[in-house]
């Protein structure tokens, strides 16, 4: 089986070295970049990066710049990593779409046991087939079906109905909703997933009675 590659950013070349031992450990290839310049270049220049250790403080671009930009062109997942343990940090680094929060001085046993956590997460994300209470979604295909009828979705009306499914059970805020389907770049009115929200269950036809709203938080998708 192929080796997941992990590209590890930090000006201090210590730091990286103790990570790339850690990750090389557990059988990952590692990328090295030392400021956020390089970082970017790499990630550009490979394609097949399966995550990234971003530390915050670095020279030329630092770590919330390069988290913002990869975030506007791929969902490759992002760990961060930071000498300050600011609540407001941590925050930061969210709203710009990082997945994980890491506070320095850390174990490296624990920040290999969060990298191999977020990829197990994702590469379930990645099933390109997801089946629930008479919804089938083909990921490849992009094609929905309910009770074996094709239903003709938009792309947000897909992606929307793919998160609510891999999300099932769980009560998803309208924020949560517009990054992770909207993108974190999005700065429009959450009234548009109330109104993509309408459109989908009307497709759905009865199927749509199991996206639950929650009212003054947003929406849970659950079958009985």
Known sequence: MERLKIMVVDDESRMRKLVRDFLVKQDFDVIEAEDGEDALNKFYAQKDIALIILDVMMPKING?????????????????LTAKGEESDELQG???????????????????????????????KDEEIL?????????????V?????????????????TYFIENKGIA??????????????????????????KKLRSKLGQKGEYIKTIWGMGYKFEVE
């Open 64 to 80: 919330w710049e390069v988290c913002r930009e990869i975030r506007e062109n791929s969902k490759v997942p992002i760990i961060m």
């Open 94 to 124: 969210f709203g710009m779409g990082a997945d994980e929060y890491i506070s320095k001085p850390f174990s490296p046993k624990i920040l290999v046991a969060r990298v191999e956590a977020i990829l197990r997460r994702t590469s379930k």
């Open 131 to 143: 089946e629930v209470g008479g919804i089938k979604i083909d990921r490849l295909g992009h094609q």
């Open 145 to 161: 079906l309910v009770d074996e009828k094709e239903v003709e979705l938009s792309y947000k009306e897909f992606e929307l109905l």
């Open 172 to 197: 998803l805020s309208r924020e949560k909703i517009l990054n992770h389907v909207w993108n974190y770049d999005y700065f429009g009115d959450a009234r548009t997933i109330d109104t993509h929200v």
